[in-house]
Every structure is written in C-alpha cells, then in structure tokens.
C-alpha cells in the first residue's frame, strides 16, 4: 500500500502521482471554462480566507499566508486534532514540520458548513489543547 493512502500523516500536497493534478487541472478548466474556473478559485480562496479568520479568533496561526485553496494552522498535537476531526466527519490532514493541521477546501465545500467546522475545530482545541501555551506556536 501506498503510505499515502496508509499513513495517516500526509507526507505531501499531491499526493502520490504528481502528473495526475496537471491532468485533473486541465479536466477542470475544460469543464469549467477558464472564466469558470477563475470564478470557483475565487470563491475557494474567499472561503479559505474565512478559515483563517476564524483559526486566528480560536489561537491559531497559519503557518503561511494561504494562496491557494489549502490553509495549514501551527498546532502541536496535529495527530489529535486529525482524530477528533475525523471522527465528526471532517478529513484534515496532520503535518509533521512544522507541526499542525492542513485544511484543503476542494469544490464541493460550501460556506454554510463552515460554521460547523469551525464549531467542531474549536472543541477539538479545547480538548487537545497545544501544548505550551498558545494555539498559534
């Protein structure tokens, strides 16, 4: 098995078959248009600037401004957090350098869950507090 598939710890962004996201960026500007697909790019960084707002409210800090569709908050307990989330439904990745929390938002994510995932966010923190203080380092 792939231990990108197996490994709960995701070692990278693409995942294990790096020419498989030029093929599936390609199928979407097809699909969509490119004028589409700038609009969908939009509204997924629009959402992923919401995220950060509210990780920053809960004592988060992202490890990088996002550019794209993916938000990474520092964390030190990433394995935790990954677990509660997962078992409320929600797949997030845990990274290990720096240590946290990888959030990608793909299309068919909608800004009326948002609050729920931010409500089950912030009881995972109040549960798997960071250790040291602060949720941002």
Request: no cysteine; net charge positive.
């Amino acid at each position: 098995a792939s231990p990108y598939l197996s490994d709960p710890r995701a070692r990278g962004l693409l995942g294990t078959r790096f020419s498989a996201t030029v093929a599936a960026t390609y199928a979407a500007i097809h699909a969509l248009g490119s004028e589409g697909y700038r609009r969908e790019a939009q509204r997924l960084r629009r959402l992923v600037g919401w995220l950060v707002r509210e990780g920053r409210r809960l004592g988060l800090e992202p490890v990088t401004d996002p550019v794209l569709n993916v938000v990474a908050f520092h964390h030190e307990n990433p394995a935790g957090i990954q677990a509660w989330m997962l078992e409320r439904g929600w797949d997030v990745s845990a990274i290990e350098r720096p240590p946290g929390i990888r959030f990608v938002l793909m299309p068919h994510a909608r800004e009326g869950l948002l609050p729920r995932l931010r409500d089950d966010l912030a009881a995972g923190l109040r549960r798997f507090p960071p250790r040291g203080g602060a949720a941002g380092r």
